[in-house]
């Protein structure tokens, strides 16, 4: 699985979000076929990246639909690289969103 696949896909979602998307839209969309599709999708759903949809089966990956969870959403805008721990971005960002609310709350 390539990293520049996966983080295309995850960037393509983002970009339509909130929508699911179709899994052949998608790969047709950032022209992805075949086995590197494959690899890079069931890569995603593996990671936890995303959640594969659907009872149909396209190209050989499970589901028709996609839809990012959390971490891939960490990814698909940018607060942290497929290669890295997206859980650990989202954590850092509520720890910081925490931090700020209560030195809003302390001023007021």
């Known amino acids: 699985m390539g990293i520049q696949d996966t983080t ?4 393509e979602m983002g970009r339509t979000y909130p929508s699911r998307i179709q899994i052949d839209e998608l790969l047709g ?3 992805l076929e075949g086995v590197r599709a494959v690899q890079a999708v069931r890569g ?6 995303v959640i ?3 009872s ?5 990956m499970p589901g028709s639909e996609l839809r990012l969870t959390e971490p891939g959403m960490a990814v698909a805008f ?3 690289g497929v290669e890295g721990d997206p859980r650990r971005a989202i954590r850092a960002l509520e ?3 925490l931090r700020q609310l209560h030195r809003y709350r302390e001023r007021r």
Do not use: F, P, R
């Open 8 to 11: 295309k896909l995850l960037h």
């Open 29 to 31: 969309c950032i022209g």
């Open 44 to 49: 995603l759903v593996e990671g936890g990246l």
């Open 52 to 54: 594969a949809k659907g």
């Open 56 to 60: 149909a089966c396209v190209g050989g």
């Open 78 to 80: 940018g607060l942290a």
């Open 95 to 97: 720890e910081q969103t």
